[in-house]
């Protein structure tokens, strides 16, 4: 039996969404740049990482196996785009931040894209 539409789940990926297109506006606007004391960055790469390998290992109850992959793929690649940000020549760090937002769109398009095949 097809389950009803969750529009909690919709807004939820709308807003991933708008956050990764955020992401884009401000890595092309070229106001980015890194902090002069990158702790804090390390710490949101390695949570967005940790996130994403938690979410693998312990997917969220109600969903497809695909729909708990994408997440915790996207999560993880985040993660990974944040601290490549800090490896990376200076001028190659607002691509970085471009890369997280494209995966970000990208994964609030198929969440949507799922929570709406759900219905």
Not at 57 to 85: C, D, H, N, Q, W
């Amino acid at each position: 039996m097809a389950s009803a539409i969750n529009p909690f789940r919709l807004l939820s990926e709308f807003i991933v969404f708008l956050l990764g297109a955020l992401l884009i506006v401000l890595a092309f606007s070229g106001r980015v740049g890194l902090p002069t004391r990158p702790a804090a960055l390390i710490a949101l790469g390695a949570f967005f990482v940790y996130w994403g390998v938690r979410a693998g290992i312990k997917p969220e109850p109600g969903l497809r196996p695909y729909e708990s992959r994408t997440r915790a793929i996207s999560l993880a690649l985040v993660g990974f785009s944040i601290l490549a940000m800090l490896m990376v020549p200076l001028r190659l760090a607002p691509l970085m931040l471009g890369v997280a937002g494209v995966i970000l769109v990208f994964r609030g398009l198929l969440g949507a894209v799922f929570s709406l095949r759900r219905g």
